[in-house]
């Protein structure tokens, strides 16, 4: 999947891609923090895992899920309406024991994959490594990730 961003940077630059209220993030900002949250991810999250992300539209969620393909990991999409019940099903269909959310599906998400697990959207980039500090590892089209 993250190839594709990739491209996209390439070929459009600092055009917009994505406008959230105000704020306007070009196809060369959803790249660079893509490969920043990848790097910083690499203690966190292994290729083929499975990493649930419960979040609100925004851009940090097109980060998340390009960061994620980045690391050879699959993304586990949930509902941020979703209640406990129908999260921890999810949860145990698909394996992930890492997630991403924001508001309040934080809590929602913590309660079933435990805090220390679970990781905020408003925290992807805090910290954030040097994208080339980290090699990434090779993905094939075959993988869940890509």
């Known amino acids: 999947m993250h190839s594709s961003l990739v ?3 390439e070929k459009y630059g600092d055009r917009d891609a994505v406008w959230f209220g105000d704020v306007a993030w070009s196809w060369r900002q959803l790249d660079d923090a893509s490969a920043v949250a990848a790097a910083a991810l690499a203690g966190r ?25 980045r690391r050879g990991a699959a993304t586990v999409l949930l509902s941020p309406a979703w209640k406990q019940r129908e ?16 508001g309040p599906s934080l809590d929602v998400l913590r309660e079933v994959l435990g805090g220390e697990n ?10 954030a490594a040097d994208p080339e500090a980290d090699q990434l590892p090779e993905v094939s089209l075959d993988d869940e990730s890509v």
């Open 45 to 69: 999250v292994r290729p083929h895992d499975r990493v649930a992300v419960m979040a609100s539209n925004r851009p940090e969620f097109i980060v998340v899920v390009n960061a994620l393909s």
């Open 118 to 127: 679970v990781i905020s959207l408003d925290d992807v980039l805090a910290g």
């Open 7 to 9: 491209a996209a940077a």
């Open 87 to 102: 999260v921890s099903h999810a949860l145990a269909l698909t394996g992930a024991t890492v997630g991403f959310a924001d």
